[in-house]
C-alpha cells in the first residue's frame, strides 16, 4: 500500500512538472514614480522675500492630502503609449506597482511634507488642518509618435483649498501640464522622466502657493477654469 501510495505522489509530481508550471515566463518590470525632494529648488532663491514673511506665520502648517483621482482612459497599472494621433497601446511587461493615482498622491504628499511650510495631518485631527489638497490626474502616458525624441506627458488639476470659519475656500484651482523628453533607458527612462514631470509640476504648484498665501488670490488670477474641463487653461 506504501509502494502505491508513493506511485501516486511521485506521478503527481511529474505531472506538475509537465503542466508548463515550471515554464519560464517573460519578466514583468514593476516601477514607481517619484518627484524627488524639493528642498534644492533654485526658484527659493528668487522668492526668498516671501519665504521669509512665511516663516513668520509659524512654520510648519497642517495639511491633509485627499485621494487622487484619473481619468478612466488612464486608469491602468500598465505603462501606456500613444502611438498616433489617436491611439494607444499597453505594455503588458513594464507596470506600475500600485494603481497611478494611489502612487501619485502618495508621493505628492510625501513631496509637500518634505517641504518647509506643511506637516501631515490625520482626518481626524480637524483643528490642526489649515489646508486640503486633492487633485485629478488628466494625462499619464509616453508619447511615442516621434521615435527620435519620444515623451513623458503627465498633467494633473490641483486643487488647494484653506480652511476658513465657515469652511474651505479655494486656494489654487489650476492645471499643470509636463513634458520631459527620454531617449535612453527605456521603461526606466520612461519613470524617470515622468518623476521628472512629477517635480516640475510639484515646483510649480509650490510657486502659486508661495504667490498665493496671504493674498486671497483665486480663480482669475491665475486664468482657473472650470473643474470639469480637460485641458484647456491660461497660463
Known sequence: ???KAT???FTAIALLGCSGLEKKFPKRNLFV???GSMKSESYKSINSSKIKELDKTGGKTGLIVRQFTILPEFDSNYFIYRISQNQYIYDYYNNFIVSPSSMVTDDIGRFLYDSPYFKRVEPNESEDIKYRL????IDLYGDMQNK???EAVMTIRLVLEKKTGTGFKSVINKIYPAKVIFTQGGAKGLVDAWGKCLKRIMSNF???FINSTGKGIHGKRFGYNSINSRRACVF
Open 1 to 3: 500500500m506504501m509502494k
Open 7 to 9: 506511485i501516486i505522489i
Open 33 to 35: 514614480i517619484e518627484a
Open 134 to 137: 486633492w487633485g485629478s490626474i
Open 148 to 150: 527620435n525624441n519620444p
Open 206 to 208: 509650490y510657486k502659486d
